[in-house]
C-alpha cells in the first residue's frame, strides 16, 4: 500500500463537494455515511480523510 498524498485528497473532496453540494452538511459522521453512497472509496482512512476535509468546506461556506 503506497501513502495517500494530502493533494490528492483535497482535490477528490473539492471536486465531490462541488459536484453533490446538497448532499453534504457539517456533520462529519452523516458525511462519512452518503460519501460511500456517491462513490466507492477504496479504505477507512481515505473515507475519513476525504469526508474529513468536506465537512471542513462545508462549514467554510
Same mark, same amino acid.
Given at each position: 500500500m503506497g501513502r495517500v498524498r494530502q493533494k490528492d485528497i483535497k *482535490?477528490?473532496?473539492?471536486e465531490l463537494y462541488t459536484r453533490h453540494r446538497? /448532499? &453534504?452538511g457539517?456533520?462529519?459522521?452523516e458525511? *462519512?455515511?452518503?460519501?460511500s453512497?456517491?462513490?466507492r472509496?477504496?479504505? /477507512? &482512512?481515505m473515507?475519513?480523510?476525504i469526508a474529513g476535509y468536506i465537512t471542513?468546506?462545508?462549514k467554510k461556506g
Open positions: *482535490r477528490t473532496a473539492v446538497d /448532499k &453534504f457539517k456533520d462529519f459522521k458525511n *462519512r455515511d452518503r460519501l453512497e456517491v462513490v472509496v477504496q479504505g /477507512k &482512512f473515507r475519513n480523510r471542513t468546506l462545508a
